[in-house]
DNA sequence: AATGAATGAGGATTCATTCAT
DNA sequence: TATGAATGAATCCTCATTCAT
């Protein structure tokens, strides 16, 4: 058997080939379009045997794509977020840095959306309720140190997942040039700060 | 046979029974493992034959199926939005009945978010585009009536979708009391409104 | 039950319009690709089952169709046939003739080939048999006459019936000139007369 | 694995085990009844899924089936063919050889007739067409060597190669003896012989 | 560590035919 | 006489997975 110890993203060789075949299929076809015989082709595999050696089930493979697409965006986005100054900022960047990742990766965007769309509907929903959990602790957070208005920071994590989702499948469907990404981007993070009640959000 | 001139919802015996059929079947496993066997199964027919005798394709009993639950959908929030006065009242209107229509049809709105999901990722988008082109236009009147704030009102359309199906989405998850679905919509119609910039949209 | 008496070819309303359509059905896709929904279809009838009434199953729809074709074809043939005087003139009208009828009904043509076609890799032989039969007969008188040569009847019978069909399926292919066609059935009568060793047998 | 570059007739392993299965059941119950399940079956195998990994599809299948055939009943005429001496001998030989070969491979030619019969209603005539050019080729060759009359190669070919697979095809339908087969093959090439005006073309 | 052949269930769809009305 | 709904077997094909080498 392979050895498991200390790997998470950063797959090693043939696993990481197949991955990065994974994303690349996932991101043209769909999540649920995407066989492995589709993937073992993109890999340039010749059989789709290899895939199955190397992971436990679709399931074990679609974790490992999920893990390194949300590792490449959440890289893309944390530059940004960790740049800014202030919960509403942040706030700000996160929105911001999420929608115009679209233009930097493309394919990893295109491939989460997919996955977390088929999660939605699935038993696995582990991508998604992380995500969520995470921005709403921020919120939470953010609320406490008074910076945020008065909200349910729950439906709010969420309400602003979905419409930042929403618009990135939007952008997704035909490729945005750079000015319209940003413009949307600015848009979007305008609305959800003044959703949120933030303090002195002025970009 | 019934005049099926004219048929649009409304289907005529058998085919009603099989699109009722498949809204659940969509409901409970999703619409990518919504096979025809299965639906046939749900509907009490002896062979998936009688499915394709009534409809062209899957696609075209998709379509049905997404008529029907848009309809049922429709007509629950249509009498909440009509009874609204104002543009920002009738935005509230359309939230909150988006989201308490979880309680009124569940099977209905679970299907529905499952076939959207789909069509993300596929090639049809008619429903998607119709439903956020719609509330676009809404939204476009009420910025001209100076109801609401400035804002793209294309942005704002996808925000506004992507985050009433978001907290469907997660309300259908797990049954939902009715309070925390009266709680969960009028959290969501207050942060949408806010974000609107809309007058007097005390709820 | 529908009256049987004396129809032979010449079929009664609905009987007719069916056959009309199958031999249309037959000529465009083929006789295994000629469904009965294909066939309901053509002749703008609302379901298979109006078929399945008036024919006891495909074998006795596709009996009635050769039937059909064959009386359209043999009219247009004797006609030509029986102007020859001798045995010579006669085997070369009807080698021309057969070829020419391409020209004055294309789709019957192609539907006979398609069904003899399947005869050939299958149960049913009376068309094909009754067919190679007749001119092997009428060679055989011509031998007893002395116009033709010395051969085997029934090969030459079969070589004859053979280099037709493989030359009106030529033929078919692709729609010919009426020039091309009477050229090439000059060339086919002028080959197979000698074969046959026709005495005087200048076109 | 064996090499499989360069592969064209001889087939690794498995694939000829179903290639032979199907030049079997081709020839048993016809092309259009030849179902990936029978072929399946005949072959031992558990399941089409089989098939259907060795095979694009069915036509993918058929065309190695009619590579097989055709590469079997070329080797046994070819021999005969480049035995004799003079352009109308090597006629001869082609169409007593072709004749003949019913009795040594009888399979393999009911599998190809049944093959090229589909074609001639089908939309790929590669294998036709290219026997017929073949010939023609040869025929004209022959008439610029003064061995052959006057005539269209083109409509000589057509009724050559139609003329034997009618012969053929009656002889395959109940089994014939070496002496009947020897027989109409040579009673066969002198009605052609004579139609080409073959000089010197005694057997 | 890797391969590729094999599996068998399940996918949608088409088919000729039957039957109650 | 006619209809159209119903049937269920059969079509080819794709799927994730397993296993011997």
Partial sequence: MRATRGRTFTETGRRAQIVAAAVETIAEVGYQ??????????????STGMISYHFTGKEDLVRAVAEDVVATVTAFMR??????????????????????????????????????????????????????????????DGQRAGEFGDFDPAVMALAITGAIDALVTSLCRE?????????????????LLRAAGARGSAS
Same sequence: chains 1, 2, 3, 4.
């Fill in 79 to 140: 530059e940004r977020i960790e740049a800014a100054v202030g919960r509403a900022a942040r706030l700000r960047a996160y929105v911001e840095s999420n929608i115009e990742v679209v233009g930097a990766h493309p394919a990893h965007v295109r491939a989460l959306l997919s996955i977390l769309a088929g999660e939605r509907s699935g038993a696995d929903t582990s991508v998604l309720t992380e995500r969520v959990g995470r921005l709403e602790a921020e919120l939470r």
């Fill in 175 to 191: 490729p945005a040039t750079d000015a319209s990404l940003t413009h949307s981007a600015k848009e979007l993070a305008d609305l």
């Fill in 33 to 46: 379009q995407a066989s492995f015989a589709k993937i073992a082709k993109k890999a340039g595999l010749s």
